[in-house]
Nanobody, 130 residues
Framework: QVQLVEAGGGLAQPGGSLRLSCAAS????????MAWFRQAPGKERDIVTS????????YYAPSVKGRFNISRDNAKKTVYLEMNSLKLEDTAVYYC???????????????????????WGQGTQVTVSS
């Protein structure tokens, strides 16, 4: 079992920055691919970015590439999402998600769809507004 707790959401101005964190419990974090999803009102939950268990492979949605950065610290059982140059359309609830891997290599690809993730955090609101 993996329990996830997000923190760091809040209000930011366009062009500003926020840093989200997701702390995991349990003994399997280092074997988990991790991802951030977001869901705006009336829209589906979409992937923002993901990172594999080793940190060797990352994926970014085109809408955030070059602005957001995902990282992980396996010793602290925490994954981070650094969000820069925020836009109004980044407003959403952000969810942390984990997928226990089945022994993939250090360059394995993490899942991109929500169905690939078993464990979810409760979500944290990010609002970008002037």
């Amino acid at each position: 079992q993996v329990q996830l707790v997000e923190a760091g959401g809040g209000l930011a101005q366009p062009g500003g920055s926020l840093r989200l964190s997701c702390a995991a419990s349990g003994h399997t974090f280092s074997r988990c691919d991790m991802a951030w999803f977001r869901q705006a009102p009336g829209k589906e939950r979409d992937i923002v970015t993901s990172i594999n268990w080793s940190g060797g492979t990352k994926y970014y949605a085109p809408s955030v590439k070059g602005r957001f950065n995902i990282s992980r610290d396996n010793a602290k059982k925490t994954v981070y999402l650094e969000m820069n140059s925020l836009k109004l359309e980044d407003t959403a609830v952000y969810y942390c998600a984990a997928a226990l891997t089945l022994g993939g290599g250090i360059w394995s690809q993490p899942p991109r769809g929500a169905s690939g993730y078993t464990y979810w955090g409760q979500g944290t609101q990010v609002t970008v507004s002037s």
